[in-house]
T-cell receptor
Framework: AQTVTQSQPEMSVQEAETVTLSCTYD???????LFWYKQPPSRQMILVIR??????QNATENRFSVNFQKAAKSFSLKISDSQLGDTAMYFC?????????????FGKGITLSVRP | DARVTQTPRDKVTEMGQEVTMRCQPI?????VFWYRQTMMQGLELLAY????????DSGMPKDRFSAEMPDATLATLKIQPSEPRDSAVYFC??????????????FGPGTRLTVL
């Protein structure tokens, strides 16, 4: 079974600064996706970024980038130039590409507050 | 702009009443997932379907919960009878899968259920 661990329950960052959210996971699968989802107060789950395990290059989406360390099973999210609209809960999630484990396993989430 | 829709957005009911939540997956997606989100348990997978057939409902309390896909454009999650501990946000997500391969999931806005 897969597990996803987000050990920090909450973080705070000053607007325009950079913040890194941590995530570790455990799996015996070799082919999988890792995701970061954002859940603002509207509660909509929004996909922020996706990383395929077979890709060595870290994924980047505008101000959002990941540091994917496959051997260490670590998948952190870096938010640059933080904006007030980034205030939300952020969930790290794992999904195997094939077979019975092809369902999203979520971490407990981290609440990020961006201070003006 | 294709998206997953869910109704109702919010539901308040009394213990013992039947609750039905509906989901319309994105057109062309053949896999539908139901998740439940609570403060204590986080996001949990309840059940999922592929091509309208249930693949896994092991996360769902069988005695009171039931999930169906009457057709490719509608998925339902029913609770009968409802209990206060069922209070949560219920998310539907859809994606595409073939054989042992699964693609990423897109979430609906969720139904917030409150059972008094």
């Amino acid at each position: 079974a897969q597990t996803v661990t987000q050990s920090q329950p909450e973080m705070s960052v000053q607007e325009a600064e950079t913040v890194t959210l941590s995530c570790t996971y455990d799996t015996s699968e070799n082919n999988y996706y890792l995701f970061w989802y954002k859940q603002p107060p509207s509660r909509q789950m929004i996909l922020v970024i996706r990383q395929e395990a077979y890709k060595q290059q870290n994924a980047t989406e505008n101000r959002f980038s990941v540091n994917f360390q496959k051997a260490a099973k670590s998948f952190s999210l870096k938010i640059s130039d933080s904006q007030l609209g980034d205030t939300a809960m952020y969930f790290c999630a794992f999904m195997a590409l094939t077979g019975a484990n092809s369902k999203l396993t979520f971490g407990k989430g981290i609440t990020l507050s961006v201070r003006p | 702009d294709a998206r997953v829709t869910q109704t109702p957005r919010d539901k308040v009911t009394e213990m013992g009443q039947e609750v039905t939540m509906r989901c319309q997956p994105i057109l062309g997606h053949n896999t539908v997932f139901w998740y439940r989100q609570t403060m204590m348990q986080g996001l949990e997978l309840l059940a999922y379907f592929r091509n309208r057939a249930p693949l896994d409902d092991s996360g769902m309390p069988k005695d009171r919960f039931s999930a169906e896909m009457p057709d490719a454009t509608l998925a339902t999650l029913k609770i009968q009878p409802s209990e206060p501990r069922d209070s949560a946000v219920y998310f539907c997500a859809s994606g595409w899968s073939s054989g042992r391969f699964y693609n990423e999931q897109f979430f609906g806005p969720g139904t917030r259920l409150t059972v008094l």
